[in-house]
C-alpha cells in the first residue's frame, strides 16, 4: 500500500512538469487511452491533468485578487478586469471572472480518466490487489476534484448541466444538455464527495502535503467540498426562489442550515489528527505545505517572485497591484475586540494582529528593508506617485507576500506560492454561521460547539484578547460576516460572500473609500478619508454570473441568467 500511496502523491503534483511530457506532446482530445493507460507512469500524468481548472487566486483574474473587486480593495490599474467587475462593467459577450468553460475542461478530464483507468495494467511489480487499489483511489481522487468543480460552477452560476459521461468531438448531445436545477447539482456534489469520502476511509487513505494543486487528507478535502457545498445551498441566495434552475423553490431554511452545521462538524471532528488551526496566523500563508496544518485544498504555483513584482510598494520595485480599501481596515478590531477610531492618534496600536499581517500601512516594515512611507508627498510609496504602480487607496497589500523576496537583489530568488482554496478556518466560521442561523448563538444541539465556540477559537487564534459574547441571533450574524470578511481577506471569498448572503447591492452600491496620512516638512500630519474611485456598481443581475454569450449560441437549450441576455 505504500508504493501505491506514493504514485498517488506523486499523481497530485499536478501540471508543474515539464512541457516535454507526454501529455503536452499531443492535443488533450487525441490522447490514445490504450496507449496511455496500460502504464502507470502515464496514468499519473493522466491523473495530474485532472487538476487544470483549480482555482488559483490573483493568477486566475488577471493578476488582481478578485477582492480588488469588492468593498475590500482597488487595483492600481483601471484597465485591469477585476477594476472593471467592480464597476459592472460585465456583459454576457465579455464577462468578468468567467469559469464556466474552464470548469467544464476539468470536468471532462476526470470524467475520462475514470472512464479508461480500468485499462491500467500490472506493470509495475503490483499485485493485483494493489493494482486494483489504485485504482478505487485514483478514483476518489478524481471523484473529488470533479465535486470542487461543480460546486465554483452552482455558486456562480446557479444549476448547471450536469455532465455525467465523456462525449466524442462529434457527439452532439453535449450541446443539447439543458441546466439542471440547483437541488439536483447539490445532491450530485454531496454523493460525488460521499463516494471519495468512503473510499479513502476505508483504505485509511491519508497523503503527504506535496508541491501540487490540491492536498488531500483521508476524508476531510471531499467532506469539506461536501460541507462547503452544502453551507452555500442555505444560503440566502440559493433559497425561497422561483426558479429551481436558481436555487430552492420549498421553505425549508432552517432544515438546510442544519444539515449544513453537521457536515461541517464532521469536517471538524476529523480534523485533530492531520489539520489544526495553525497557530501562526502570519506564517501560515507563506510556509511550504508540509509544514501547513490548516490548508485543505489549496493551489500551488511554480517558483516564481510574480506575486511580490504585482504587490511590493514601488520603492520595493513593485507595481502597487491590489491596494486593501480604508473600508476594509475600518472592519479590523483592536486586540481587546473594541472598535478602532481611525481619527485617533493610536488608530494603528493594539489592532487585531491580523491586520499588519493583511495590510501594509503608512510605517509598516516589510522584511528588512525598513519602513514603507506613505505620509510624505515625495516618497514613491505615496499615494498616486507613480502612476500605474502607487497606492490608490493609501495601503498596500501584505498578505501572501514573502518578504525575504528582494527584487533590486542582483539575482532575485524565487518561492512557492499556496493559495488556499478551502482552509479549516473557513470551515470553522461556515459552521458558526449555520449553528447561528440553525440555532442561534449558544445552543450546541447535539454538536458539541455552538455558534459562539466556534467563532472565538478562530478569534483567540488570530490573537483577540476577550471573547466575543452575545444571545442576539442578528448580532452574531454581524459578528460572523465580519470575521469572515477580516479572516478571509483576499482569499476569493468576499465577493461571492455577499452575493450568497445578498447583501451585495448594499454593500457594493457604496463609494469605496482610501485614507490619506499627509506628513508636511514643517512636520505637521494631516489625514483624511477620500473617495478612492467612486462608486462600486453591482445590479442585482449580478448576483447570478452570466452565462457567456458564446455557450448560449452554441447551446440553444441554456437558459440564461435573470437580467442577462
Known sequence: MRTIKHILITGCIALAVSSCDYLDQQPYEYWQPEETFIDYNKTIQMLNSVYVSMPNGYQSNYTAFLDASTDDGAYVDPANAMYKLGQGYATEISPIENRWADLYIGIRRTLYFEQYIPLLQNNAGWTDAQVESYKELAIAESKSVRALYYFEL??????????????????????????????????????????????????????????????????????????????????????????????????????????????????????????????????????????????????????????????????????????????LVCAFEKKDGSANDMQSDTRFENMDPRFDVTIVRDGSILGARGAIDISDPNSQDAIGKVNLRSTVTGYYLRKFLDTNINLSAQTITSTYHYFPVIRLADIYLLYAEAMNEAYGPNDAADLGWTALEALNKVRTRAGITVPYTTTSQTEMTKKIRNERRVELAFEDQRYFDLRRWKTAEKDLNQPLMGFRIERQDNGVVSTHEFVVDGQRKFNTKMYYSPIPYSEMQLNTNLVQNPGWR
Open 154 to 327: 452552482i455558486k456562480r452560476y446557479g444549476g448547471v448541466p450536469l455532465v455525467k459521461k465523456t462525449y466524442t468531438l462529434d457527439d452532439k448531445e453535449i450541446i443539447t444538455l439543458p441546466r439542471n436545477n440547483f437541488s439536483d447539482c447539490v445532491d450530485y456534489i454531496v454523493s460525488l464527495c460521499n463516494e471519495a469520502s468512503e473510499v479513502f476511509t476505508r483504505y485509511n487513505y491519508i497523503t503527504n502535503q506535496y508541491r501540487g494543486f490540491v492536498f488531500l487528507s483521508a476524508s476531510t478535502c471531499p467532506l469539506a467540498i461536501k460541507a462547503k457545498t452544502l453551507a452555500y445551498a442555505a444560503s440566502p441566495l440559493f433559497n425561497n426562489v422561483q426558479n429551481p434552475i436558481l436555487g430552492y423553490t420549498d421553505g425549508n431554511v432552517q432544515e438546510r442550515w442544519k444539515l449544513a452545521a453537521k457536515a461541517l462538524k464532521t469536517v471538524i471532528d476529523l480534523a485533530p489528527s492531520k489539520l489544526y488551526l495553525y497557530p501562526n496566523f502570519e506564517k501560515l500563508f507563506i510556509i511550504q505545505p508540509n509544514q501547513n496544518t490548516e490548508y485543505i485544498v489549496y493551489t500551488g504555483n511554480p517558483k516564481n517572485y510574480m506575486l511580490e513584482l504585482y504587490n511590493y510598494p514601488p520603492s520595493l520595485l513593485g507595481s502597487g497591484g491590489t491596494c486593501p480599501s480604508h473600508n
